[in-house]
T-cell receptor, first 111, second 109 residues
Framework: DADVTQTPRNRITKTGKRIMLECSQT?????MYWYRQDPGLGLRLIYY???????NKGEISDGYSVSRQAQAKFSLSLESAIPNQTALYFC??????????FGQGTRLTVV | KNEVEQSPQNLTAQEGEFITINCSYS?????LHWLQQHPGGGIVSLFM???GKKKHGRLIATINIQEKHSSLHITASHPRDSAVYIC???????????FGKGTHLIIQP
């Protein structure tokens, strides 16, 4: 089993719908991150969390919210999806500022 | 915010060639990451280094902190090395990483 698991792997949704992307990890890491990847732009930070009680906005947090339900779980929500949120989304974890471990990604298409 | 530049953006080479991918950044850092992304999309960490050189198999990563520059080398390249290679550094202002746009490497048999 993967150390960092994202669900779903692929999702097509309609404009205006609420959608949640989930991430769970078995590495026992304290820090968890959500990134999005767009062609030609590279990965950009959406939100990050240092522990269950600590949530921080990243570079592109508008239109997104997150929940750290437990040390091992970090969910990303799009309250009202729009087409320019079509992207590849990655969850990542690290122990402090150590090596980063990534999930397999969620390919989200908003139509 | 740290600016990360990678070169080249695209690289096609023949099997067996020695490959070099470069990364430069604008603000001093504690460590730099090299990542690999295969066509299926998953991202794997190759190296995290703060000084000198690291080697894993045919992959070698070097960093020059004073010059704010790092290189990733692949010796005896193989078609299975075909992937996108991404350089990343700690971001300024927010934690997490700031990424280069990646180098798309194709190794032809």
């Amino acid at each position: 089993d993967a150390d960092v698991t994202q669900t779903p792997r692929n999702r097509i949704t309609k404009t205006g719908k609420r959608i949640m992307l989930e991430c769970s990890q078995t590495k026992g890491h304290d820090r968890m991150y959500w990134y999005r990847q767009d062609p030609g732009l590279g990965l950009r930070l959406i939100y990050y969390s240092f522990d269950v009680k600590d949530i921080n906005k990243g570079e592109i947090s508008d239109g997104y919210s997150v929940s750290r339900q437990a040390q091992a779980k970090f969910s990303l929500s799009l309250e009202s999806a729009i087409p320019n949120q079509t992207a590849l989304y990655f969850c990542a974890t690290s122990l402090g500022r150590g090596e980063a471990f990534f999930g397999q990604g969620t390919r989200l298409t908003v139509v | 915010k740290n600016e990360v530049e990678q070169s080249p953006q695209n690289l096609t080479a023949q099997e067996g060639e020695f490959i070099t991918i470069n990364c430069s950044y604008s603000v001093g850092i504690s460590a730099l990451h090299w990542l690999q992304q295969h066509p299926g999309g998953g991202i794997v960490s190759l190296f995290m280094l703060s000084s000198g050189k690291k080697k894993h198999g045919r992959l070698i990563a070097t960093i020059n902190i004073q010059e704010k520059h790092s290189s990733l080398h692949i010796t005896a390249s193989h078609p299975r090395d075909s992937a996108v290679y991404i350089c990343a550094v700690p971001g300024g202002g927010a934690d997490g990483l700031t990424f280069g746009k990646g180098t798309h490497l194709i190794i032809q048999p």
